[in-house]
């Protein structure tokens, strides 16, 4: 027979723990998050940004893990064959995790079935940079030169058939353009080579350049997006140069191993959107360059199936293949 004692504690008693009865609550260690890019790339800089308001709402620390090459797909791949525990997710981007395992012969993942989309981070606009020493002081001037030069100007990208990738060769087919791909293993690697002087242009993810444009150490000749990035107010789009509905952004998402169970993933969902609405986070992670993300987990599907879909027949065009 239950006593008034055993009720009361009985509704006293905290929820059960996600993985059963008998283990402690998710996370009772720490949590390791990968991140497929070298530190300094937009997907290592939203992480970080990240990590000290998800440790604090975990109690657990999350720990970075850079694992660069693959066009992020080594770290993508090391997700999908990953345990479901939550011990070990990934801080991805729509490249790693959309756009170029397919491309890869074979394919290491499923884009769909292979990893679980749990919560969208933010999305960058890209900006066109050149070097200090480049010929070109905006964007029109950039497009003549290259059309005067076909085959001899380079641009940069941290591998292929990601986003960077992708919007040079968007703009290449729009100018009809003909320059060199040269691919990194990271964007910190190709910022280090734009500030030298031996890249010619790079379309890459604004919070990784913001910081040298605004120092003055590289020119910043137009972003990506339809309307002005209001970080860079004076910067034009391409859009504005003669190519309407021109658009290219980068996200950046938690992801998860298959079979992640939603208990898990509701609790990642649930830190990401606390961190984000803490207004002085927020404003740091504008400051950086980012849109704030936010949402639930079938926002996060859906959109990664929609940028799949949307970016496959813009690799068949290209003739983009990762060998």
């Known amino acids: 027979m239950l006593t008034r004692r055993m009720v009361m504690g009985a509704a006293a008693a905290p929820a059960l723990p996600i993985s059963g009865f008998a283990q402690a609550p998710y ?16 997907t290592d800089i939203i992480a970080r940004l990240l990590q000290p308001a998800l440790s604090e709402e975990f109690g657990q620390p999350i720990a970075i893990e850079n694992r660069a090459g693959g066009s992020g797909t080594i770290a993508a791949t ?11 997710m990934l801080m991805t981007t729509v490249s790693a995790s959309a756009v170029v395992p ?65 919007a040079s060769e968007l703009l290449s087919f729009a100018a009809g353009l003909s320059m060199q791909h040269i691919p990194f293993r990271g964007t910190g690697q190709a910022v280090n080579e734009i500030l030298a002087g031996r890249i010619d242009i790079a379309i890459d993810t604004l919070p990784t350049y913001l910081p040298h444009i605004r120092a003055g150490r590289v ?3 137009a972003t990506t997006l339809p309307d002005r990035v209001p970080t860079l107010p004076d910067v034009p789009t391409v859009a504005e140069h003669g190519f309407p509905g021109f658009d290219s952004a980068v996200w950046y998402m938690v992801m998860g191993p298959p079979n992640l169970p939603d208990a898990i993933a509701q609790r990642w969902v649930a830190a990401v959107n606390k961190a984000l609405s803490d207004p002085a986070l927020r404003q740091r992670v504008m400051d950086a360059g980012f849109i704030p993300g936010g949402g639930t987990s079938a926002d996060a599907a859906a959109l990664l199936r929609r940028d799949a879909a949307k970016y496959a027949g813009l690799i068949r065009q290209a003739n983009i293949k990762f060998e």
């Not at 090391?78 to 070990?88: F, K, L, M, V």
């Open 219 to 221: 020119r910043a000749l």
């Open 78 to 88: 090391q997700n999908a064959r990953g345990r479901p525990d939550g011990y070990q």
């Open 27 to 42: 996370p009772a260690r720490p949590v390791s998050m990968l991140v497929g890019f070298a530190p300094g790339g937009g």
């Open 102 to 166: 397919p491309t890869m012969s074979p394919p290491p993942f499923d884009i769909i079935n292979d990893q679980t989309a749990v919560v969208l981070a933010g999305t960058v606009p890209l900006v066109a940079v050149v070097p200090l020493t480049s010929p070109a002081q905006n964007f029109r001037q950039f497009l003549d030169h290259a059309k005067a030069n076909p085959g001899k100007l380079n641009y940069a990208s941290s591998g292929i058939a990601t986003q960077q990738h992708l």
